[in-house]
């Protein structure tokens, strides 16, 4: 075994010294790597056949594709290398199962096979990637990792086995994500991959009444009992609901989001934690919240034109986040610019700006909120007439059910046309309202609008308004 393995190593740097090119290696018989002193370092890609016999109980670089059809491979005590300069995929049709790993390649990998790892897994360089039919890079009872971190972690499934606290080093191929399992009560197998946009947002259990939009992580269980588990948020990598510490909850999906319990610690602007107990369960996880993510809610804001300035009145709730107040202007209504700011203050629920330089014909103005991160939360839109009268209809039912209450004024006479848009701009129902006068006007919602957050948007030629609402 020996002398087929000395054979082997010297035909490796023959090829490598004298060729100077990348050489590809296919092994049909037994390849012996002995003790952990010899190296056997291919330039090109490597093929374990199915025929073929491997232990690495030394090194083995691979700068290619590694291809393994070798069925119950010995694990050995040695360490593959995945260290090519362009992009590097795992193979074959039996896992490739190796005791060590380092992966130091800045151009990536791909698993389009397992890949196993038995102790210790260095991340040196390089993010990999799993194919969706999956395939993982599992981690056996008893190993670990080091050096994962945002440019070098797996965008696709990890698998882990064995009794031990696991932190899953998964992420969105731009930022490391990671999400972790404790106090395990016996063997068991979890798989784990991070994810986008969250699945089935409106549908929630009670008491929750919001999940985290940007963020999930599945996480089945193969075999096991029960895990603690914590998730993460920073929201310098990926976007954070300004939810409120306490109300945030560990949340589950299982045909409808449901709370898993937790008491979270940090802050929704920066960076936190929460952890769930003895959780029982398991699969997709994402953070919920008991109350909704709007640090700011504008009670109201009325125009009136008085003494030749344009008074614009607002009164708030929630301001502890605000740092201050941007009046915006407009003179169709829909392009709109900042015209002046108001300092927030603490304590104070009423503010009242005048413009004194107002646009000849109807001028619409609306109110950004800015909290401490920058973030804005536009009032709705109210416009002021030429001839100075006051435009006045607000939601009289927030939050809404099944229909839509709009309180009109006698100056709101006329025919509105009005929209209903999710958060991402989409419209999900629109239609026709005749204001007749004073008074409370309906609009039922259809099937299309689902409990969340979504904003309304009625105007005619000379008015508009716009407001957030919330849908149960």
């Not at 954070?240 to 299982?254: L, M, S, W």
């Not at 993510?293 to 614009?312: D, E, M, V, W």
């Not at 204001?435 to 689902?450: E, F, H, M, P, S």
């Amino acid at each position: 075994m020996k002398n087929a393995k000395l054979i082997f190593t010297a035909f490796l740097l023959l090829n490598s010294i004298s060729m100077l090119a990348q050489t590809d290696v296919q092994n049909s018989g037994t390849l012996y790597i002995s003790g952990s002193s010899d190296v056997v370092y291919i330039t090109g890609g490597f093929t374990n056949t199915s025929s073929g016999a491997l232990t690495n109980n030394g090194s083995l670089y691979v700068r290619q594709t590694l291809t393994n059809g070798q069925a119950s491979m010995a694990t050995g005590t040695g360490t593959l290398y995945l260290n090519g300069t362009s992009a590097q995929s795992v193979a074959g049709t039996q896992p490739f199962k190796t005791y060590d790993l380092v992966t130091n390649n800045s151009s990536g990998f791909t698993l389009n096979n397992n890949l196993s790892v038995a102790n210790a897994h260095t991340f040196t360089s390089g993010v990999i990637a799993s194919s969706s039919t999956p395939n993982y890079l599992i981690y056996e009872a008893g190993s670990s990792y080091s050096g994962a971190a945002d440019s070098r972690h797996v965008s696709g499934w990890v698998k882990k086995i064995g009794t031990t606290d696991f932190t899953f080093p998964v992420g969105n191929g731009t930022y490391l994500r990671t999400i972790a399992i404790a106090n395990l009560s016996g063997s068991s197998e979890f798989n784990c991959k991070h994810n986008g946009s969250t699945q089935n947002q409106s549908n929630i259990l009670w008491p929750l009444t919001v999940v985290d939009a940007y963020e999930y992580w599945n996480m089945p269980q193969v075999s096991g009992g029960t895990a603690d588990v914590t998730l993460n948020w920073d929201n310098s990598k990926v976007t954070f609901p300004n939810f409120t510490i306490a109300d945030i909850r560990v949340t589950q999906y299982e045909g409808i989001w449901t709370g898993r319990g937790g008491t979270a610690s940090g802050n929704a602007t920066t960076t936190g934690t929460i952890t769930a107990t003895g959780v029982s369960n398991f699969g997709e996880f994402t953070f919920g919240s008991l109350s909704f993510a709007i640090p700011l809610r504008f009670i109201s804001i009325t125009g009136q034109r008085k003494n030749n300035s344009n008074n614009i009145e607002w009164k708030v709730a929630e301001t502890e986040d605000i740092t201050h107040f941007v009046v915006e202007r407009s003179g169709n209504g829909t392009q709109f610019a900042a015209i002046g700011t108001v300092a927030s203050q603490r304590n104070l629920s009423t503010y009242l700006f005048k413009d004194d330089a107002a646009l000849t014909g109807t001028n619409w103005y609306r109110i950004a909120g800015i909290n401490q991160s920058g973030a804005k939360i536009y009032s709705r839109v109210v416009p002021i007439a030429a001839n100075g009268r006051n435009v006045d209809m607000y939601v009289v039912n927030n939050p809404v059910k099944q229909t839509i209450r709009i309180s009109a004024g006698d100056n709101n006479k006329g025919n509105y046309e009005y929209g209903i848009y999710n958060t991402s701009g989409q419209l999900l129902q629109k239609g026709q309202l005749t204001v007749g006068g004073a008074g409370i006007y309906n609009i039922t919602l259809q099937a299309a609008v689902k409990p969340g957050i979504y904003v309304l948007d009625v105007r005619s030629s000379t008015a508009q308004f716009t407001e957030r609402i919330i849908i149960e």
